[in-house]
């Protein structure tokens, strides 16, 4: 049973799962702000972007498919657009040099960009592809963009948001097969990442805090959108999210406006000024999981292992291991 000291409490923000980013938004001023949000041109991402663009901020979205992401945020003012494959570490380091070199402050990273449930796929030197790009990914750039980050943080509070999802239910950290060297299954893989990101929020806002930089992570909800790219129609059938025909069956999915909702309400919301590393849904505070369905299946709420705070340290350390990144390596733990 969890603590109850443990911090994964809502805070009823006012805000529920049909809330939009537009209306987390609502009054809200970013102007003068710099945001950063990886996969900021399809699905979520985009929706993000123009939430954030349309409050004042000036949204850079890194992609790897750069020309479709001009394409996409045509006509959103305030939204630039530069090279970043998140698989690619030297890649990471160019585009967080870019930005380094501008001399900007960043006051928002959102860590949105992922993949799900793709074939086995190896990159870099040999790291299974959800947990490189979903996670080490982002852990290198943020890494890299920490004097920046630290720069927002030195002039009111900067924030870092990294978008999990209610499938780290499926899997905690497989310490003695991070990579899956023994056999290969999409969805552990996938569960795996995703705790990943809510075990980097958690320890990224233990070394951040004391530099107005706080970390957070989310659930966005269930919602069609580019990262179901790698499975069947056949499959999203028999899981009961879509029909047939292609529409949508499953009354808890979330439109994208709904779905960037949460991950914009961690990035701006006032009521999470002193409640960093914490696990959000629903655009507030998740609650500890109860325990799975008879049969499988996922919960509202956060699993322990997600949310521990010896495990979200000891992923920091193979993570900047595995990179050769760690921007707080001089500063002590």
């Given amino acids: ?8 409490r809502p805070i009823n923000s006012g805000f529920d799962a049909q809330s939009t980013a537009n209306d987390v938004l609502d009054g809200i001023d970013l102007s003068g702000k710099l945001a950063i949000v990886t996969g900021g041109y399809s699905g979520l991402g985009l929706e993000t972007v123009r939430s954030l663009a349309r409050a004042g901020a000036r949204v850079i979205v890194p992609a790897r498919r750069a020309d479709a992401a001009r394409e996409a ?10 090279r970043l494959d998140l698989a690619d570490l030297a890649d990471v380091r160019a585009f967080a040099r870019a930005v380094l070199d501008s001399g900007r402050g960043v006051d928002l990273l959102i860590n949105n960009a992922g993949i799900m449930a793709c074939p086995e796929t190896r990159v870099g030197p040999g790291w299974e592809a959800q947990f490189a790009v979903n996670h080490l990914g982002h852990h290198a750039l943020t890494n ?18 990294a978008v999990s999802s209610a499938g780290h239910q499926d899997s905690g950290m497989r310490w003695d097969d991070v990579q899956f060297t023994r056999g ?23 070394l951040g805090r004391p530099h107005g930089v706080r970390a957070f992570s989310l659930h966005p909800g269930g919602i069609l959108t580019p990262l179901q790219r790698h499975l069947a129609q056949a499959e999203m059938v028999d899981a009961g999210w879509i029909d047939e025909q292609g529409n949508v069956t499953n009354p808890t999915f979330k439109t994208p406006e709904q779905g960037a ?43 322990a292992h997600a949310c521990d705070p010896e495990q979200a340290a000891r992923l920091w350390d193979l993570s900047a291991e595995l990179t050769g990144l760690n921007a707080f390596a001089t500063a002590g733990r």
Wanted: one cysteine or more; glycine letters at 14%.
């Fill in 73 to 82: 945020v045509t006509g959103i003012d305030g939204a630039e657009v530069a």
């Fill in 261 to 303: 909702a949460t991950q914009v309400w961690a990035a701006t919301s006032p009521r999470l000024a002193d409640r960093g590393g914490v696990y959000c849904e629903d655009c507030d505070i998740a609650p500890p999981a109860g325990p799975a369905p008879v049969g499988g299946g996922l919960v509202p709420g956060v699993a």
């Fill in 144 to 161: 890299l963009l920490w004097p920046a980050l630290a720069r927002g943080g030195a002039r009111g509070g900067a924030r870092v948001v």
């Fill in 184 to 206: 290969y299954d999409k969805w552990l893989a996938y569960g795996q990442a995703k705790t990943a990101n809510a075990l980097f929020a958690l320890h990224l806002d233990t």
């Fill in 1 to 8: 049973m969890a603590s109850t000291s443990t911090p994964q």
